[in-house]
C-alpha cells in the first residue's frame, strides 16, 4: 500500500519563476493538504482539496493556488516566486469522513536564488 | 500563524531516559495531535487524543491532556537513539475541520 508520494524531492528556482509541486494521495483517500514548512517552524496550512474543490486556505497570497484531479491527486503551483517562499512543502492525505489523522509525504525542498 | 508553544524548543537527555515535552494552545479545540519529524523530512502521526479525554497511551509515548491550560504533554518513556527528532503538537479546531495548526516544534536528541 503506497503512502503519500511528492514529486520532485528538490528544487531549485529563482526570484519570479513559477513552480509546480505533485501529490499523489494514499489509497483509499480523497482529502488532500498542503503545508509550508520554513526552516526551524513547525508547517503552516496552505489549503485543502476535496472533490476537485479548494476548501479551506490558510492565511497565503493568490500566489498559490492548487488543483485537485479526479484521480485525487494534487498540484500546488507558486507564481512569481519570492525568496521567503523557500521552505519544505508538504502534502498530506485523508480520508475526510473516516478520521481526523493525516498522513503526510516526505516533502518537496524548494530553493528559491 | 502557530497555534501554540512547544517546550523546551530543544531537549537532550541519554538513552534509556524519559523524554517529556509540552504544548499549549490558544483555542478551543475537536483534538490534538502529535507527529514526529525526522530530519526535515515528512511528518509521521504519533497519537490523536480528543478534547473529551485527558490521557492516552500508544506503546512507550502518553498524551495527556488539559483543556482548562489549553495545554498538553508527550512523555516517551525509556527513550532510544532512534527517537532522536522534532516532536510537534498540532490542534484540530473544530469537529469536521481538517486544518491542523501546528507549534514550532521541540527537538529531542538522544545521545547513546
Known amino acids: 500500500d503506497a503512502g503519500v508520494t511528492q514529486s520532485p524531492t528538490h528544487l531549485i528556482k529563482t526570484r519570479g519563476q513559477q513552480v509546480t509541486l505533485r501529490c499523489s494521495p494514499k489509497s483509499g483517500h480523497d482529502t488532500v493538504s498542503w503545508y509550508q514548512q520554513a526552516l526551524g517552524q513547525g508547517p503552516q496550512f496552505i489549503f485543502q482539496y476535496y472533490e476537485e474543490e479548494e476548501r479551506q486556505r490558510g492565511n497565503f497570497p493568490d500566489r498559490f493556488s492548487g488543483h485537485q484531479f479526479p484521480n485525487y491527486s494534487s498540484e500546488l503551483n507558486v507564481n512569481a516566486l519570492l525568496l521567503g517562499d523557500s521552505a519544505l512543502y508538504l502534502c498530506a492525505s485523508s480520508f475526510r469522513a473516516a478520521t481526523n489523522i493525516q498522513y503526510f509525504g516526505a516533502g518537496t525542498r524548494l530553493s528559491v536564488l | ?112
Open chain 2, 1 to 112: 500563524s502557530q497555534q501554540g508553544e512547544e517546550d523546551p524548543q530543544a531537549l537532550s537527555i541519554q538513552e534509556g531516559e524519559n523524554a517529556t515535552m509540552n504544548c499549549s494552545y490558544k483555542t478551543s479545540i475537536n483534538n490534538l495531535q502529535w507527529y514526529r519529524q525526522n530530519s526535515g523530512r515528512g511528518l509521521v502521526h504519533l497519537i490523536l487524543i480528543r478534547s473529551n479525554e485527558r490521557e492516552k497511551h500508544s506503546g512507550r509515548l502518553r498524551v495527556t491532556l488539559d483543556t482548562s491550560k489549553k495545554s498538553s504533554s508527550l512523555l516517551i518513556t525509556a527513550s532510544r537513539a532512534a527517537d532522536t527528532a522534532s516532536y510537534f503538537c498540532a490542534t484540530l479546531p473544530w469537529e469536521g475541520a481538517q486544518k491542523l495548526v501546528f507549534g514550532q516544534g521541540t527537538r529531542l536528541t538522544i545521545n547513546p
